[in-house]
């Protein structure tokens, strides 16, 4: 019985401990690596066409429906709140070479989307916007 | 046999915490069957100089319907605005309220009137009348809209696309988002949009 009580209570002081958040975790703290953030919240593509890649990246956020409170052309900034789930998002683009990068971070309530499947959604959405840019579909 | 049911709890226990936070959010940002619809709805060619006169045009009309313009970007063709107004038939919904209350009022009262002759006693007291008045209608609205100019790649002149959505709040303090898809709303825009054109290329 007594063994019982005290692995109980190591497994409840070990998830209370796990669930500690310091200041420094909310200010500075990520879920994942550096490397591993940028490579889900980035997708690059095969234009060097700064505008047109920004432009079908604010006909996406129009089709999924967020309001855009802020846009920045010189430096590729689109940030905006989805009225559908209240979640906000910033969105950069810069060009590498002969390629467009977009990168997209998101916040859902008090806490940042790190599940990688969310931003392959956005971004499918917003391949699908590219080509209707690209070949024109009103 | 306890021993087993108690580490069978435990470790679904950690085993629902452990999974569970990796199955949030999937479904956002997904695009939804009708969006090309939606996408066709919104948006209207026009013929002009450049991107700027259409811009300067459709910010007149934005004027013109009130908007307090929010953000812009003209290298992009892109501005978002907004407003607030009273939600749709307040008065008419205020008016319907206070009847509620008034019949609310009235009906306990007489109930109270009805109890005291038979010697019934309330609870609360039998001075106390109660009113419930569950009544619930639109308050306020704030009205947004974004407009985006890009350079048609087909034909001659530039595709606008305009989308309005609100949000919406009742008496209770709870509110609501809702997209406009009302084709005449968007027809009507479209065609102050063009009347402006207009105006602004003879500097009226």
New interface residues.
């Given amino acids: 019985m007594k063994n ?1 009580i005290n692995l ?1 209570l190591i ?1 409840f002081l070990t ?1 209370s401990l796990n669930a500690c958040v310091t200041t420094r975790d909310n200010i500075l703290g990520t879920p994942h690596t550096q490397v591993q953030m940028r490579n889900y919240q980035s997708r690059s593509f095969d234009t060097s066409n700064k ?1 047109m890649v ?2 079908a990246l ?2 996406t956020m ?4 967020f ?8 430096l590729g900034l689109v940030s905006g709140t ?4 209240g ?1 906000k998002v910033t969105a950069t683009v810069r060009t590498q070479g002969k390629k467009t990068i977009v990168r997209l971070n ?1 916040q ?1 309530g008090y806490s940042a ?1 790190s ?1 990688p ?2 931003y392959q ?2 971004f ?2 917003l391949e ?1 916007s590219l080509f ?3 070949n ?3 | 046999m306890k021993f087993k049911t108690f580490y069978t709890i435990i470790i679904s226990a950690l085993l629902i915490l452990s999974f569970s936070s990796c199955t949030f959010y999937e479904d956002y940002y997904k695009l939804d069957p009708q969006y090309l619809a939606r996408r066709q709805l919104e948006t209207k060619r026009f013929e002009a100089k450049n991107q700027t006169q259409i811009l300067e045009a459709a910010l007149q009309v934005l004027q013109d319907l009130g908007f307090n313009v929010q953000e812009t970007e003209s290298n992009l063709g892109f501005f978002s605005a907004e407003k607030d107004r009273e939600a749709d038939n307040l008065q008419v919904n205020q008016s319907l309220s206070v009847a509620f209350t008034i019949l609310d009022i009235l009906s306990a009262a007489a109930n109270d009137h009805y109890d005291r002759r038979h010697h019934r006693h309330h609870s609360k007291g039998s001075s106390y009348i109660e009113t419930d008045n569950d009544y619930v209608y639109d308050t306020v609205q704030k009205i947004y809209m974004t407009l985006v100019v890009t350079k048609s790649k087909t034909n001659k002149g530039f595709n606008v696309r305009a989308e309005f959505s609100r949000i919406i709040w009742n008496n209770k303090g709870e509110k609501r988002y809702e997209k406009i898809l009302d084709r005449e709303i968007y027809q009507e825009f479209f065609d102050k949009l063009a009347s402006s054109l207009f105006l602004t290329a003879h500097n009226i």
Avoid at chain 1, 82 to 85: I, K, L, V
Wanted: without cysteine.
């Fill in positions: 019982k109980l497994i998830l505008t920004m432009q604010l006909s129009q089709d999924l429906g309001m855009i409170e802020k846009t920045d052309e010189k989805s009225f559908s789930n979640s998101a859902s989307i599940n499947i969310t959604n956005f499918n959405s699908q209707l840019e690209a024109e579909v009103e």
